[in-house]
């Protein structure tokens, strides 16, 4: 290929990935372009088999998307920690559209914090569309639609788990973005609104042009309540072509091992993340070798959890980051000898330098740990 071709080509990808991965957009071409497209990939870059997100790794340990829990520090967190790919908070297409400032700042990221998704929610496949049009210049490397929030102000406005209600509509709103977007576009989805249709929801979904899934298999009304059925994944892998990723209970190393036994392409942990960062450098250290890491000793905690208050107080400031902290806090705690008196003078201080002194107070007080190892 000439230099002008190879300028075209890496302007139809978008940009090369880190590991020398490319997404494919080739499809723009046609006929022997494609052929000389194939044979430049082929004979410059590593194709992986199975590309998440511009991601080769091999089953990818991803961060689920948590409206009000995902936001910008708890991304960086994340990041740090080993989440191989990590979703924004569910953002409103609509507010989008507004040019609402709050909701522009759940979609804001950092180039660390890559690969990494910006999710949308709506009920209208045009506001959508339009939504995505403001998302590309963002320049995220993927846009996910959630078509599985349950919780009833997202479903009372029509979007997220509402749209399993009506596959029609769900078709038209997946190909109305992909149509729309400069990069992939990804969906999560649930089992189903009662009654489990997984299988045809992500067949809608992929014939529309989405290039993975990710599945939480409850449906709408279950909420969070029971067992996720993990069998839903292997039929939802088993029936379409795509990239599927697996989500709901993961809560240990154990139970992500357990996870890929239904063939899906990935695991996602979202509120086994809360107060246990960690969790995604330890699965993935036992999927990389069957290393059981054993929880960091609680005063590792405490260093984990002032670095995230101070990464909140940074970026939110004093008063908003504090309050912010509040539940990161609890989950930090949690399991601590006098967690609630922890708690309870924690939170009656209003001061970013008060709390520090508490916590690194609490934090000496504890038994000395070998504490130089690596969570």
């Known amino acids: 290929m000439s230099e002008n071709e190879e300028k075209l080509f890496e302007s139809a990808c978008g940009y090369l990935y880190p590991f020398k991965v490319i997404v494919f957009r080739y499809l723009l071409f046609s006929g022997q372009r494609k052929k000389e497209i194939l044979a430049f990939l082929f004979e410059n870059y590593y194709i992986s088999p199975v590309i998440i997100a511009g991601c080769d790794k091999k089953y990818p340990v ?6 009000g829990w995902t936001d910008f520090v708890y991304r960086e ?19 989008l559209i507004r040019d609402h400032k709050k909701t522009f700042e759940i979609v804001r990221f950092s180039q660390q914090q890559r690969p990494v998704g910006i999710q949308l929610f709506g009920a209208d496949a045009e506001i959508l569309a339009a939504a995505t049009d403001i998302v590309n210049d963002l320049q995220p490397d993927f846009i996910d639609l959630n078509m599985g929030c349950p919780a009833k102000k997202v479903v009372k406005r ?56 990710a599945i939480h298999p409850r449906t709408q009304k279950q909420q969070f309540k029971g067992s996720a059925d993990w069998r839903v994944i292997k039929d939802v892998k088993d029936a379409v072509n795509i990239p599927v990723i697996g989500n709901g209970d993961i809560q240990s190393v154990n139970d992500a091992e357990r996870m890929l036994e239904t063939g899906c392409d990935a695991v996602m942990a979202g509120r086994a993340t809360r107060g246990r960062p960690w969790i995604f450098s330890h699965i993935k250290r036992y999927f990389k070798d069957g290393t059981l890491l054993d929880e ?5 905690k405490i260093e984990i959890c002032l670095d995230h208050i101070e990464r909140l107080v940074d970026f939110f400031g004093e008063r908003r980051g504090l309050l912010l902290a509040r539940k990161h806090i609890s989950w930090y705690v ?6 609630s008196t922890i708690r309870q003078k924690v ?6 330098k008060f709390v520090k002194e508490e916590l690194l107070t609490l934090q000496c007080s504890m038994q000395k740990h070998f504490a130089t190892a690596v969570y």
């Open 334 to 339: 949690k399991g601590i000898p006098n967690a």
């Open 77 to 95: 967190v994340c990041k740090k920690y080993g989440a191989d790919i990590i979703y924004t908070e569910m953002a409103s297409a609509d507010a």
């Open 158 to 213: 029509g979007g997220g788990s509402a749209l399993l209600q009506d596959l029609v509509k769900l078709g038209r709103i997946a190909a109305a973005v992909v149509k729309k977007s400069r990069v992939p576009v990804s969906a999560k989805i649930r089992s189903g609104w009662s009654q489990n249709n997984a299988v045809s929801i992500a067949k809608i979904l992929a014939s529309s042009g989405v290039a993975f899934i």
């Open 296 to 300: 960091p000793p609680d005063n590792n």
């Open 347 to 352: 939170f009656s201080l209003k001061e970013y």
């Open 62 to 67: 991803i961060l689920a998307p948590m409206a």
